[in-house]
């Protein structure tokens, strides 16, 4: 089996509280995922002084960085997202141009600037499980 690389096709957001809506995410662009989960930490002093290694284990928060075409509209969708996160956390379904996709509870984190020359909007999603692979 071959690997398939590329962006993500669609990006879905269930809210009783916002709505439904489906972010157009701009082909070519980087994304990055972490689905989450026990990590060992990265640290090369994680030794006994007998030289023997230290496992030490820390639980990394799942989540997607993403960039989207941007409009005022979407601007006031991820405002109201944000201010309903204490009432709600969302389901969001993300879709790969390998056909993967991903599911998970989660709310936006972090600075939202978008940048309206280019129309675009990069946000990151922190998710409260583990992200999902479902198919």
Not at 14 to 24: E, L, M, P, T, V
Not at 31 to 53: C, F, H, P, Q, Y
Not at 115 to 130: H, S
Request: contains cysteine; hydrophobic residues 30%.
């Amino acid at each position: 089996m071959s690997t398939v690389a590329g962006y993500f096709e669609e990006m879905n957001c269930q809210s009783s509280i916002a709505g439904n809506r489906k972010f157009d995410l701009k082909s070519g662009e980087d994304s990055e995922i972490d689905r989450g989960g026990k990590r060992i930490v990265d640290d090369d002093n994680n030794r006994t002084a007998s030289g023997k290694l230290i496992l030490q284990y820390e639980n990394k928060q799942p989540y997607i960085q993403v960039t989207s075409v941007v409009d005022g509209d979407l601007e006031n969708y991820i405002q109201t997202l944000i201010e309903s996160s204490d009432q709600e956390i969302p389901n969001w379904t993300l879709t790969h141009i390998s056909g993967d996709i991903y599911t998970g509870n989660g709310v936006i984190v972090g600075d939202v600037k978008p940048n309206r020359n280019a129309g675009t909007l990069q946000f990151k999603v922190a998710f409260e499980d583990q992200l999902l692979l479902i198919s």
